[in-house]
């Protein structure tokens, strides 16, 4: 049984779990995406909708998107570690 005066020691989970949180935020947002191009590549199948080089572009785009994302998110979660009121300021 735990004594009420000493303190847990923090596992290796508990100093990464902001990190993981935004990638897995993303992850799950790219899962959804992924099965709305595959929904969007059927209807234009079925629309005879012609594809173009720019429409090539989408992937590439979305890739950077999610980094960035990613990145901003790590880069605050590692700021609200170190500055523990950075989460008021900035809501996420």
């Known amino acids: 049984m735990e004594q009420f005066g000493r303190q847990r020691q923090p596992d290796h ?6 990190d993981d949180y935004s990638r897995r935020r993303c992850g799950a947002g790219l ?3 992924a099965l ?3 929904i969007q ?6 629309y005879r909708i012609a594809f173009t080089p ?6 590439v785009l979305v890739l950077l998107a999610t980094l960035l994302a990613i990145s901003v ?3 605050l979660s590692a700021l609200n ?3 523990r009121d950075i989460r008021y ?3 996420f």
């Not at 720019?54 to 992937?59: C, E, G, V």
Request: charged letters at 10%; glycine letters at 6%; aromatic letters at 22%.
């Open 89 to 91: 300021a900035f809501l």
């Open 73 to 75: 998110g790590m880069w």
């Open 54 to 59: 720019r429409m090539l572009m989408a992937p």
């Open 13 to 18: 989970q508990d100093l990464f779990s902001a």
């Open 81 to 83: 570690v170190k500055y």
């Open 41 to 46: 590549i059927g209807l234009m199948f079925y």
């Open 36 to 38: 709305s191009f595959l």
């Open 31 to 33: 899962v959804d995406l």
